[in-house]
């Protein structure tokens, strides 16, 4: 059997670059377009741009760990790259499809791979009402923000503000507030992935809002939509001893 062809990818540090190059030299290089599969030379942040960049193309992603942070990512090693595909777990995953109309009047349209997040832009704490498939579930929201996570992202922004760490075959998303003051017992929730989450922003000139997706911000939003897509997919590689699956099951166990 034929070796792959591969479009080599690398974040702008310089041992990526330099790793990028030596693949490239080693197994060819063919525009991401034509090949079979997309080899990523970064850390999390670059795996999460190479889906955004190029998840349109429909081809599976194969990373390895050139960055700081590489929970998404293979351990790099320059022999047996056919082999590593050839063996590798796939995860399909589906982003999240955000929908933000700011103050202006302007909506934009933008994917999540990880999460959606809700911010306050000043030093007043944010007034969000929470709707789920059109019902009202969280009249008011007090906190520094809120955010809406796939069970793949569930390890990132969303564990760090203290929400769980979802399996990946669970078909849910977690919803969890960031720095809450009323109600302060409420810690979020753990809803389908088929839900239909919207976040009216209350009093939002006086307490303005920013919302992310991934990395792609609007300010001063007054509502945000979100839900998980149903026509877009990414397939991420991984090898067998370091399958995404058991990862967030290790992470479940961590102390």
């Known amino acids: ?15 990526a670059q330099a ?25 999390d942040g670059f795996m999460l741009q190479t889906l955004h960049r190029h998840g349109r193309h429909g081809k599976p992603v194969y990373g390895m760990k050139a960055g700081t942070v590489g929970f998404l990512m293979n ?6 790259l056919p082999a590593r595909i050839a ?6 995953l589906r982003p999240l499809e955000m929908t933000a109309i700011s103050e202006a009047g302007s909506s934009v349209h933008a994917l999540a791979f990880n999460e959606v997040s809700l911010l306050r832009q000043t030093k007043q704490a944010a007034k969000i009402r929470i709707l ?3 019902a009202v ?42 720095s809450p003051f009323r109600p302060r017992r409420w810690r979020g929730a753990i ?19 920013s919302a992310t997706a991934d990395s792609s911000e609007v300010r001063d939003v007054v509502e945000v939509l979100v839900r998980q897509s149903r ?5 991420l590689l991984f090898d067998p001893e370091h399958a995404l699956e058991e990862r967030i099951l290790k992470e479940q166990f961590a102390v």
């Open 1 to 15: 059997m034929s070796e792959p062809r591969y479009a080599f990818v690398a974040s702008k540090t310089a041992d």
């Open 19 to 43: 790793l990028c190059e030596a693949l490239a030299a080693r197994h060819g290089q063919v525009p991401v377009e034509e090949c079979d599969v997309i080899v990523a030379l970064g850390g």
């Open 75 to 80: 351990q790099y090693r320059e022999d047996d």
């Open 87 to 92: 063996a590798a777990i796939p995860a399909v």
């Open 132 to 134: 789920l498939n059109g």
């Open 137 to 178: 579930r969280l009249e008011e929201l007090v906190c520094d923000g809120v955010l809406l996570c796939t069970a793949a992202g569930s390890t990132a922004y969303n564990l760090s503000a203290h929400g769980p760490i979802l399996p990946l075959d669970a078909a849910v998303m977690a919803l969890t507030p960031i």
């Open 191 to 209: 809803v389908r992935d088929d839900t239909e989450v919207r976040f009216e922003i209350l009093d939002h000139y006086k307490r303005p809002v």
């Open 231 to 235: 026509e877009t997919t990414v397939t």
